[in-house]
């Protein structure tokens, strides 16, 4: 029962954190060199393993499914399979997956160790709100880069489907991308938008709260950073589950 209590408590300390990092962003300092660097930082820095999950997953797609589309002989069909699965599903989840291995723990890493350091606690003493300074960048440059790197998964996943089905299932170029074109929806693209930001917001949410609730020196700093992916992870799955069941409710 305590890890269950202790599970809510944390999710109402994150929730909170968050609420007041959006209210107090309305009022000066903005902090606008801060929020371009975190999204440098987290668009520039995690697109070289963003191209590479999305170029090999719409590759795997294409290829793991072609012995069954070649069975029933429907293999003009690839690119609808390939899009609809990684705008959907495969795309938001693995981009955010990607990024909360990364990001995640770079930023409970770094809060944490400036907790144990107390350099936090420097900030408080001289005016500066944590939140605002330390939060409120990280927040906002993930909900923009989020579904932007998610984006860039779909685009390079469809060219290494585009290569596998045309190179080994011998698609014709011009059927698979219209039938890549056809598959997509407004409820996809606007799902496949929404899913990347929600888990944005989780990931910066549970990576801050780990951070700054850092105890017990460099070995709490570990154990932050260790929190904040496991839980990204598990909240960005659930997340997903009930988020793509609303979306399907709209359809």
């Not at 599970?7 to 902090?31: C, D, H, N, V």
């Not at 496949?192 to 020196?217: E, Q």
């Not at 950073?225 to 609303?246: N, R």
Request: charged share 15%.
């Amino acid at each position: 029962m305590n890890a269950i209590f202790d599970a809510i408590y944390e999710l109402q300390e994150a929730t909170l954190m968050i609420g007041r990092a959006f209210r107090r962003s309305m009022s000066k300092p903005y902090y606008l060199r801060e929020i371009f660097a975190q999204m440098d930082s987290i668009g520039v820095g995690s697109l070289l393993i963003i191209v590479l999950t999305g170029f090999f997953t719409g590759a795997i797609l294409a290829l793991q499914t072609s012995s069954a589309l070649k069975t029933f002989g429907a293999t003009s069909v690839t690119g609808t399979l390939v899009m609809t699965s990684l705008v959907r599903e495969m795309g938001p989840v693995l981009a955010s997956l990607m990024l909360a291995g990364r990001v995640g723990s770079a930023i409970a890493a770094e809060l944490g160790s400036m907790v144990v350091s107390e350099q936090v606690d420097a900030m408080r003493a001289l005016g500066t709100d944590p939140v605002k300074k330390l939060v409120w960048p990280r927040l906002i440059a993930l909900m923009i880069m989020t579904p932007a790197l998610t984006i860039v998964a779909d685009m390079v996943g469809t060219i290494g489907g585009w290569i596998v089905a045309v190179s080994l299932m011998k698609v014709a170029s011009s059927v698979y991308i219209s039938s890549a074109k056809e598959a997509l929806t407004y409820n996809d693209i606007i799902g496949g938008l929404v899913k990347p930001l929600v888990f944005g917001i989780i990931i910066a949410a549970v990576s801050c709260r780990a951070g700054l609730r850092t105890s017990g020196g460099t070995v709490g700093v570990g154990r932050s950073t260790t929190q904040a992916v496991v839980l990204s992870d598990i909240l960005i799955l659930v997340s997903d589950f009930f988020l793509g069941k609303l979306i399907l409710s709209f359809s």
